[in-house]
């Protein structure tokens, strides 16, 4: 389980990095809903060559890697709630970086979301200690037409 929460820690600060980092940088090249067909264009080619926004998907490219990790070895129920403390991250981020306003009730919410994730992540440790290991090569299955 120290694996999973290291890597996840990992993961979760390489996705929340990338989140702000696009959103600083699509900021700067300007609003796509105003925008016509000519223009959308024009801004992702400006996009490929705006380090802010090739650093951001390159760290979201790393969240994706770690993430197939721990999808490799540990239970989609456990990993999934810990992914959630990305909502953590990119409000304290954004409240410092993007300067963004976060209201009490948000701050309330995500509170709550990391009680959730700490009940999920105890939870599972619970789990695992109190279920007995059951070793496959000494298991002999005596069952002739039954």
């Not at 993430?67 to 991250?89: G, H, I, K, R």
């Not at 789990?127 to 290991?133: A, C, L, T």
Request: charged share 15%.
């Amino acid at each position: 389980m120290l694996k999973t929460i290291i890597i996840m820690m990992i993961a979760v600060t390489a996705g929340t990095v990338g989140d702000i980092l696009l959103a600083k940088g699509m900021k700067q090249l300007g609003d796509l809903s105003t925008m016509n067909l000519r223009g959308i264009l024009e801004v992702a080619y400006r996009a490929m060559s705006e380090w802010k926004i090739v650093v951001g998907t390159a760290m979201l490219a790393l969240f994706f890697f770690l993430w197939l990790a721990v999808l490799s070895w540990e239970d989609l129920t456990v990993a999934l709630p810990m992914q959630a403390l990305n909502y953590v991250l990119v409000a304290i981020l954004a409240k410092y970086l993007l300067h963004e306003q976060i209201s009490p009730l948000r701050w309330v919410g995500i509170a709550l979301v990391c009680v959730g994730v700490i009940m999920i992540t105890k939870s599972s440790t619970a789990n695992k200690d109190s279920s007995p290991e059951v070793d496959a090569s000494t298991q002999i299955v005596t069952s002739k037409g039954v």
